[in-house]
């Protein structure tokens, strides 16, 4: 299976808006609403962010939000903070019954 | 507050057979609402889902590694393991296990992690 495409790195500055792209297809996140998305800082383990394409868990600000317009799911951070600065990577449920991630997104803070 | 935690050796031989364990603790392994798996990070790079399985013994597994993954389960020790067989350098990585929310048998998200556990693979 292959990895769902993200920018390699996106940055902003403390307060601006910025948005994670997660191009898939058909077969994952086009066919389903299960796109979730992990933070991970380094040497940390991944923490979920926004399940089920818009959901956030009990604990995360809601200055993250996540959205889906056909084979592309998106995440969108506001009001950019230094704490923000970390790894984002999507994820989806595919048509084989298995979990597939993206390639990964380096968000910087400037 | 449900915890997992990977135990297993840090370091294996190439061609030899990874083992990993991963211990729940805070919670059963047995609930229907579950899938547990496994998910490996290379140094540098990226996520890689491994598979998953399913209380009863149902697994899903990543088409690219099916051929040399078996992920099996323990109830009564409330654990479950992964082999990773014939291995080489491309297999040096960080293991996570984590828990698979599903919904009607499909996998939605992947949360709490474990820790993770660095795995190299060298003679």
């Known amino acids: 299976q292959s990895a769902l495409t993200q920018p390699a790195s996106v940055s902003g500055s403390p307060g601006q808006s910025i948005t994670i792209s997660c191009t898939g297809t058909s077969s994952d996140v086009g066919g389903y609403n299960y796109v979730s998305w992990y933070q991970q800082h380094p040497g940390k383990a991944p923490k979920l962010m926004i399940y089920d394409v818009s959901n956030r868990p009990s604990g995360v600000s809601n200055r993250f939000s996540g959205s889906k317009s056909g084979n592309t799911a998106s995440l969108t951070i506001s009001g950019l903070q230094a704490e923000d600065e970390a790894d984002y990577y999507c994820s989806s449920y595919t048509s084989s019954s298995t979990l597939v991630f993206g390639t990964g997104t380096k968000v910087t803070v400037l | ?123």
């Open chain 2, 1 to 123: 507050q449900l915890q997992l935690q990977e135990s297993g050796p840090g370091l294996v031989k190439p061609s030899e057979t990874l083992s990993l364990t991963c211990t729940v603790s805070g919670g059963s392994i047995s609930s229907s609402s579950y899938y547990w798996g496994w998910i490996r990070q290379p140094p540098g790079k990226g996520l890689e889902w491994i598979g998953s399985i399913y209380y009863s013994g149902s697994t899903y597994y990543n088409p690219s590694l099916k051929s040399r993954v078996t992920i099996s389960v323990d109830t009564s020790k409330n654990q479950f393991s992964l082999k990773l067989s014939s291995v080489t350098a491309a297999d040096t990585a960080v293991y996570y296990c984590a828990r698979h929310h599903r919904w009607f048998g499909e996998l939605t998200f992947v949360d709490p992690w474990g820790q993770g556990t660095l795995v190299t693979v060298s003679s």
